[in-house]
């Protein structure tokens, strides 16, 4: 007898079309390159001020630590973490929703669905690798600040074809009654 894993979680009449990972790949882009060099100025000068403060003797330097290591984070944080969370992640479409599947560290096992329908707003960027999005969320931002941000099947590789099946399955949703050209 074979252990089905999508056993009560799939609707009935529900079937996986599509299932795939994200490219894993460091990426670099304006946000993440300008929150590294701030990241970067943050531990310089908590360095030098180490440095200055060990110099007059005593254990007074290591308050900085604390300061360095935010910046640290800050430079490595954004860039590395994005391409961490990717490898972690699976994702799977069916005929009838999104599935996007993690497994972090601290965080533990995830697994949230965006049902496709008619009215849900689909957009392509294309790659290589592609994304394509279909839902928002708010998520909390660098800053603490919680952020609307999208969501969706990031750098895939069968991004295009992802996208036109999801196309298909909102023309299959849409009443006939309210199709442009009836």
Sequence with gaps: MSHDPWAGILDEGETILWQGRPDGAVTFGVTNIMTALFGLAFAGFALFWMVMAAQVGGFFWMFGLIHFSVGLALAAGPIFWDAFRRRHSW??????RAFIATDLPLKGRNLES????????????DGPPTTVYFAAGLRRGHNGKKQHTKIG??????????????????????????????
């Design 153 to 182: 099947f990031e750098r895939i590789d069968e991004g295009r074809e992802v996208y036109r099946m999801m196309r298909q399955i909102q023309s299959d949703d849409t009443p006939r009654g309210n199709r442009k050209g009836s």
């Design 114 to 125: 965006y049902p496709l329908t008619a009215e849900t707003p689909l957009s392509l960027v």
């Design 91 to 96: 994702y799977t479409l069916t005929n009838r």
